[in-house]
């Protein structure tokens, strides 16, 4: 059985991520997971500020339309592209709102996510290593 490389634990090294809109997070922790064909995303992380956020959802990663129950989505699609790359997709009725790709590089992770601006995308860029666990 061949096992995705983006799957595992992920921590945040902020200071290779570079972020349009927003600022870099504190510190971060990214975990994928897959279970009965069902990829489960979970991000926590602390803003600069200190206030800590949680995100999380799941679905089927064969780029199939799945509802979503986050504020302001309707739905959204989870795609495995390869074995180390992994896309989500979230719309609000037939507009693209946020694109994320996950890729996985050995021990390291990139992620970009594209939110849908009225005029056009913005683009945040963030750098993960892999949290080893005994």
């Known amino acids: 059985m061949i096992t995705d490389t983006y799957l595992g634990l992920w921590k945040l090294i902020p200071e290779l991520c570079i972020y349009q809109q927003g600022k870099v997070p504190r510190s971060g922790r990214y975990t994928i997971e897959e279970s009965e064909r069902i990829v489960s995303i979970s ?19 064969d780029g199939s339309d799945q509802p979503s129950e986050a504020p302001g989505f309707t739905h959204m699609t989870l795609t495995r592209v390869n074995s180390s790359t992994l896309d989500s997709t979230a719309y609000n009725g037939q507009t693209r709102t946020m694109y994320a790709r996950r890729v996985a590089h050995g021990d390291l992770l990139s992620t970009l996510q594209q939110i849908t601006t009225d005029d056009g995308y913005i683009s945040n860029f963030q750098v993960y290593e892999r949290v080893l666990v005994s």
């Not at 926590?44 to 990663?61: K, L, N, S, T």
């Open 43 to 61: 991000i926590d992380w602390q803003d600069r500020e200190g206030q800590a956020h949680h995100i999380e959802f799941c679905g089927v990663p």
